[in-house]
């Protein structure tokens, strides 16, 4: 499980990047957080609306997770924290703060922000609890090899140092975002 300091302060890195995106106005953008099939890499991938299940709005189509490897004309953006500080590849964000991966993600992933281009307030009220949960350590993780998907909250994984836990400390919650725009359930 990822327990890293620097992989966690990454992932968070990335989900404020999207954030900093919502501000922007692309809110259609949206993210599924999910692992790695060995558990050690907690990876995201970022697509726009009308990719993501009705039935549950932080799973992205099986299709467009597929999607072509350059990031101009790509449909979706993955990143891994197996890739430390080289978000998406990039050789040249290893200094970066939210607002800076933000700017390149605009330039670089051009297809993909138009289409995440526009407002959804539910999404992104919603977003704003899950990206103060994971600035409290609280990762979301929709998909994982050892885990059936679930469709009535976010699971969220603690990686909090163990000094910071307490055996009191009950698991935050977080519903299940607003529905996705494509035209069809995850199977599930």
């Known amino acids: 499980m990822l327990q890293h300091p620097t992989h966690i302060r990454?992932?968070?890195r990335v989900l404020a990047m999207v954030g900093e995106l919502h501000k922007r106005g692309y809110q259609r953008l949206?993210?599924?957080?999910?692992?790695?099939?060995?558990?050690?890499?907690?990876?995201?991938?970022?697509?726009?609306?009308e990719l993501?299940?009705?039935?549950?709005?932080a799973i992205l189509s099986e299709i467009a997770a597929s999607d072509s490897d350059d990031q101009a004309t790509a449909e979706v953006a993955r990143y891994t924290s197996a890739e430390d500080n080289h978000y998406f590849g990039w050789t040249d964000a290893e200094q970066d703060n939210a607002r800076s991966l933000?700017?390149?993600f605009?330039?670089?992933f051009s297809r993909l922000v138009d289409r995440?281009?526009?407002?959804?307030y539910g999404y992104a009220g919603w977003y704003v609890r899950l990206q103060g949960l994971a600035d409290a350590c609280w990762l979301p993780v929709?998909?994982?090899?050892?885990?059936p998907v679930v469709y009535d909250h976010i699971p969220l994984t603690d990686v909090r140092p163990e000094e910071q836990r307490l055996d009191v400390d009950e698991a935050p919650g977080l519903?299940?975002?607003?529905?996705?725009?494509l035209q069809r359930d995850h199977p599930g």
């Open 30 to 49: 949206r993210v599924m957080p999910y692992m790695a099939p060995s558990g050690t890499h907690w990876r995201c991938t970022i697509g726009a609306a």
């Open 10 to 12: 990454r992932a968070v």
């Open 175 to 181: 519903p299940l975002p607003p529905p996705g725009s």
């Open 116 to 120: 995440g281009k526009g407002w959804d």
């Open 142 to 147: 929709v998909l994982s090899d050892y885990t």
């Open 102 to 104: 933000a700017d390149k």
């Open 52 to 57: 993501f299940y009705r039935n549950h709005g």
């Open 106 to 108: 605009v330039k670089r």
